[in-house]
């Protein structure tokens, strides 16, 4: 066959009329395996083609997916960082005001610091007043004390006993009068 289709070519470049001078049977032959070729090539061709549409529609649809992933995943990030965005500015909100009601409380924990301070200095007071009263009145208590016993033995040796038991009676109040002090 190379030796055919080699001498074909010497004969196609010399006389085109050459190839008429081929027996009919070579001729249909030949052109019998070159239509069967031409009919493989373009089958080849178009399996090569179909090929090729079904890889490109492969990847087309593999892009397509991919698109979508990136941006459901896309969308997905977006909506985390609006989530995250709303939590900080809520979480600064919420510190912002455990902030001020921070800063509230102490001022009034200083100002119950400074009422408690205050007050602890009117108790001192108090306590000195009353140290003093409770002084005035145990001094007071004594000197009655110290004169009483004098004027009791005095009064003993001018009273006679009986008298002396009429004499608190009179001193107290009518019971009337007591009863309506209670």
Known sequence: MKRFWRDLGIRAQGDPAALTRLPSEIVEAVEAIWQRSLALAAQTAQNDQNAARERLEHIRIENDVRAQSFEMRERAYETAARERERALADSRDHLLSTLRMLESDRAT??????????????????????????????????????????????????????????????????????????
Do not use: F, H, W
């Not at 004098?150 to 038991?165: D, E, F, N, Q, Y």
């Open 109 to 182: 924990l200083k100002a119950r610091e400074v009422r408690i301070a205050d007050l602890e200095a009117q108790v001192a007071d108090y306590r000195r007043q009353l140290a003093l009263v409770i002084t005035r009145a145990v001094a007071k208590c004594r000197t009655l004390i110290e004169r009483k016993p004098r004027a009791a033995s005095r009064s003993k040796l001018k009273r006679p006993a009986g008298r002396r038991v009429a004499a608190r009676k009179d001193r107290r109040p009518p019971k009337s009068k007591r009863r309506a002090k209670r």
